[in-house]
């Protein structure tokens, strides 16, 4: 825990799901080192969370990128990806969807219902495939118990990382199981009745994230 503690310090304020200042560092365009590989991180306030400590954990390993904003649901990805990816090449691609798509309006309607996220999920891939980077799914975290704003169901996390986990599987791409990890964990690194972490949760996230990195680097 105090190696998470140390790491923490080097997170930005937590952030609030659909929120984000591109002025804050998480978002800023890093300097490459050339000799080394180009990694880039796709996610929602989740991965902003863990994107500094997981560079810092990186750092002198490769140059890892992130995309200079909240990815939100599966339909913000579809509109804004081949942006996202003419940043250069690409050798690592580590990648989430899913808090926002599975969060419900009042009538208690998905923003976007499962299937529209495997399909989307399946273009997603697609386009990422070709870049001819190594991909990693990383699973969307647990929803914890109490009453969020706006709703969500730990129930349709599981169903959702059940449609992404066939997707992938039909693809080939590797899996990191974000949600196994956190889920026994969640009083010890996880707000309470928030799906966000603490700093030193989101510093225990990075390391995970940061090893899956290193493993399919190699």
């Known amino acids: 825990m105090k190696k998470f503690l140390a790491l923490a310090v080097l997170l930005i304020p937590s952030l609030a799901m659909g929120q984000g200042k591109k002025a804050q560092p998480v978002f800023a365009p890093i300097k490459d080192d050339p000799k080394l590989s180009r990694v880039l991180i796709i996610g ?28 939100g649901p599966t339909i913000n990805g579809i509109k804004n990806i081949d942006a996202w990816l ?21 009538a208690g309607k ?14 997603l891939v697609k386009r990422m495939m070709a870049t001819g980077a190594k991909l990693i799914w990383v699973s969307t975290t647990p929803v914890p118990e109490g009453k969020l704003s ?28 974000l949600y196994s990890f956190a889920l026994g964990k969640l009083k010890e690194i996880q707000r309470p009745a928030n799906v966000h972490f603490t700093d030193a949760g989101s510093a225990a996230l990075a390391e995970r994230v940061a090893a899956s990195i290193e493993n399919a680097l190699k």
Not at 59 to 65: L, Q, S
Not at 86 to 106: Q, Y
């Open 44 to 71: 929602d306030s989740i991965s902003i969370g863990y994107t500094l400590p997981t560079r810092k954990l990186l750092e002198g390993k490769t140059n890892v990128h992130r995309i200079p904003t909240n990815g």
């Open 86 to 106: 003419s940043k250069g090449k690409w050798d690592v691609i580590s990648f989430n969807w899913g808090l926002h798509d599975l969060k419900m309006d009042e």
């Open 110 to 123: 998905h923003q976007v219902p499962i299937e529209a996220y495997e399909q989307n999920l399946r273009e």
């Open 150 to 177: 706006p709703p969500r169901k730990n129930s349709d996390v599981v169903a959702f990382n059940a449609a992404a986990k066939k997707v992938m599987d039909d693809n080939g791409v590797a899996v990191h199981d």
